[in-house]
C-alpha cells in the first residue's frame, strides 16, 4: 500500500437530527403507519443515489448533492421510529449509472473512479484466467424420442436450411459484437464493458435492438417451415433436429449452432409426447 492511497484529512462526523412525528397506539393508526413506511422507505434509492453522486462528482463524498444526501439518509434511517419519511428531490436522482453498478437496463457511463477501475480490472482479469473445463464446444446428447420414420427424405432440406440459418445468424453475431449463440438468443452480451466504449447508450436498447433482429430470423425460418404441407410437418423437424444434434452431422472446424430445430418447437414437442406415449402403450402390452 503506497503513501498515495492514505488519507491525510479527517471529516468531521455530522448529526443530522430528524423529525418526529406524534402517533398513537390506536390499532388504525398503526396499520396506517406500516403501510407508509412500506410506500416511503427510500433508504436504498438513497444509498444508491450517494453511491453515484460521490463516484461522479470531483469533490467526491464532500459535494454539495453528497452532504444533501447524507442528511435524508440519517432521516430514511430513522424513518421507522420517527415515522417522518426522507423525499429525495427529483433532481437528486441518478440519470446515469457507473458501469460497476451493472445497471445495465439503465443509461450506464465509464467510471473513471476507483471503483470503476477495479471492476474493470477484476472484470479483464476474469475474461482473460483460462477456463477450467475443456474448451471444445459442449455437445448436447441426441434424444431419438425426436425421431419419426421417413425424416430421412428431408435431411437434404434440412441441411440447406440449416447452412442458410447459420449464415444469416453468424452475420447478426458479427454485426453485434457478440461472441456467442446463446448472448445473441438472449440479448445478454458478457463483455458489456467493451459495447459501452464503442456505443455508450443504453445498454437494454441494444439489447432490445438484439432481440428484434433474432426473432425477425426465426419468423423467417418459421416461413420455410410452414410452407411446406403441413402433413411433412413433424418428418420434416424430425430432419431439423438430426441435422443439428445428431454425431453423424457434425460439422468438424465450424462452430455448431444448437437452437435452430427449436425455432418449431411446437412440432418437436408433439413428436416427443407421441413417442412417449406409444412407448408406455407397448411396456403396457408387456407388462
Known sequence: MGPETIKTRSQRVSYFLGNFKETSNELQEIQKYFVDYMINDSLGAISTAHLVHADRHPMKARSPECLQLAALH?????????????????????????DFMERWDKPTYISDGALGKLYRAAASRMQSAPATSSSAQPSPAFDPDLEVPGFEEFLASAEECYD???????????????EHEDEILT????????????????????????????????????????????????RRASAWYRVTYHPDHRRPGKKQFWSFPWIVCDELLKIKES?????????DAAA
Request: proline fraction near 5%; glycine fraction near 6%.
Open 74 to 98: 440519517s432521516m430514511a434511517v430513522d424513518f421507522a421510529k420517527s415515522g417522518a419519511p426522507a423525499e429525495m428531490p427529483r433532481s437528486l436522482r441518478p440519470k446515469e449509472y457507473p
Open 164 to 178: 442458410l440459418y447459420v449464415e444469416k445468424l453468424s452475420t447478426l453475431i458479427v454485426y453485434y459484437g457478440t
Open 275 to 283: 413417442n412417449k406415449r406409444r412407448r408406455q402403450q407397448v411396456d
Open 187 to 234: 440479448g445478454n452480451i458478457r463483455n458489456r464493458l467493451l459495447y459501452l466504449k464503442k456505443d455508450n447508450k443504453r445498454y437494454f436498447e441494444m439489447k432490445d435492438r438484439i432481440i428484434d433482429s433474432v426473432e425477425g430470423l426465426h419468423k423467417e425460418v418459421r416461413g420455410w417451415f410452414m410452407s411446406c404441407p403441413k402433413a411433412e410437418a413433424a
